[in-house]
């Protein structure tokens, strides 16, 4: 089954646009219903988490009727990071986890991302099925069954204790200065006060959510506000959050930024060297750099590839029994804490790091040199297919002949947005921005 809807993270778009109208986001609340309500079980249970999006407030309620409507009983978190919807679902026993977020997008959007009882996020497969059941329409449970809402406020604390658990035993972070830049997103709150709670000196920066400036100049995406902070501040390290945290982007003493692949490098070292690296392989993305690849290999590591999206990473975790993954974009899933990115847990398993090691964050965040990358993406009208043009198929060949034992090309349309990702990695500079530049011109020529 083809899936419309969902994209590569559950459903995405501007709010009050299709699909992210609260009509579609009453359908969905009903068909996920209709297809988790299990018909000989007692009590059925759905958890709802969201960040700091003005649109946050009407998708909650819609998604609440329509999961009421067919008999599921909602449990509605407030403003949590993703990754606690991916833990307290099994947590509390419910049959299906809701987190609303358009992660590091900007505040106009929004999305719906859904976890199964697992507190993992749901498949290809089944996330086709749920469309096909929105296509079907409702099917309304009898009056006297109809669910229930109620606002759980205890939520975030019991999610900030796990996230302290994965602390080493006994390990405090005293005396470590830390930069905290959280979008003004979910992890507002969250994040300041599980570091603080652990020992360390903390300087907040994006705290102060209005509904409107999630995202905003700031968190894993505009890292230079704190960048800037850690300078002036004198600070150890920055960590920087994306929207709804399951994202992370560290900062050096120097105000270096250090991107996904140089945080996996780091711990699927340290993990090997404890013994504690499943299969002994990392698993990331075609994203992931080329300098990663050949660390891994110098230390008689693998590195699985999958395609782009968290969620794929760790189906291949599950699939193969591995335990460390995660993205370049800052994704770092680690399936012993957790069911998906957490930002925060991968921050603190850098700061163990800092604390175990006595080095600092600059030497930490250069475990390997990167192959230089170019990435850029090219936005296109809705209702054109770039690369289903001869120019562009003509150009991307002709890149791929012109790379061929130099590097590696990637085209790929994004998940989240209408955008064409053009991708290389060479380590001779001048081609890769001819090959990279050539096909971009391509496709805006037909991009509308």
Not at 235 to 245: E, K, M, T, Y
Not at 431 to 442: F, H, N, P
Request: hydrophobic share 40%; glycine share 12%.
């Amino acid at each position: 089954m083809t899936r419309k809807l969902f994209g590569t993270d559950g459903v995405r778009g501007t709010a009050n646009t299709y699909p992210m109208t609260p009509e579609m986001a009453l359908m969905l609340g009903a068909a996920v219903g209709r297809h988790f309500r299990r018909e000989h079980q007692g009590v059925h249970r759905v958890v709802i988490g969201k960040d700091t999006r003005l649109s946050g407030y009407m998708f909650e309620n819609a998604l609440t009727a329509g999961l009421t409507s067919t008999g599921m009983n909602v449990l509605l978190l407030g403003p949590v990071p993703t990754p606690a919807v991916g833990l307290l679902t099994p947590s509390m026993r419910a049959d299906l986890g809701i987190m609303i977020s358009a992660s590091h997008n900007p505040a106009d959007d929004n999305g719906i991302k859904f976890f199964g009882p697992d507190g993992f996020k749901l498949s290809d497969e089944v996330e086709a099925r749920i469309e096909a059941l929105v296509t079907e329409g409702p099917r309304p449970a009898a009056p006297q069954n109809i669910g229930r809402a109620k606002r759980i406020d205890d939520g975030r604390f019991r999610y900030q204790e796990r996230v302290k658990s994965t602390l080493p035993h006994g390990m405090r972070l005293d005396g470590v200065k830390v930069v905290i830049d959280c979008a003004n997103g979910a992890a507002y709150k969250t994040a300041p006060e599980v570091l603080w709670e652990l020992g360390a000196d903390v300087i907040p920066v994006g705290t102060a959510p209005n509904g409107l400036n999630i995202n905003a100049e700031c968190g894993s995406t505009k890292p230079q506000i704190a960048a800037e902070t850690v300078v002036a501040h004198g600070a150890d390290v920055g960590i920087c959050l994306d929207g709804d945290a399951d994202r992370i982007i560290l900062i050096d003493e120097t105000g270096k930024v250090a991107d996904g692949d140089q945080i996996m490098a780091l711990m699927a070292a340290r993990w090997a060297e404890e013994d504690r690296l499943k299969g002994g392989a990392l698993v990331a993305t075609v994203m992931s750099n080329l300098g990663l690849e050949r660390f891994l290999d110098d230390r008689g590591l693998r590195l699985e590839r999958t395609k782009v999206g968290d969620r794929y990473v760790v189906e291949a975790m599950r699939a193969h029994g591995y335990n460390l993954g995660g993205e370049q974009s800052g994704h770092i899933v680690m399936t012993d804490y957790a069911t998906t990115g957490d930002g925060l847990m991968a921050g603190l398993q850098f700061l163990a790091e800092m604390v175990r090691t006595g080095k600092p964050a600059s030497e930490l965040t250069r475990s390997f040199e990167p192959v230089p990358q170019l990435l850029k993406n090219v936005r296109y009208a809705k209702g054109k297919a770039p690369l289903e043009t001869l120019a562009v198929q003509q150009a991307i060949a002709s890149a791929e002949a012109d790379l061929k034992g130099h590097g590696r090309l990637l085209i790929r349309k994004s998940g989240t947005e209408p955008l064409i990702r053009v991708m290389a990695e060479c380590e001779d500079e001048a081609l890769l921005s001819r090959v990279v530049d050539g096909i971009v011109a391509e496709v805006k020529a037909v991009a509308g």
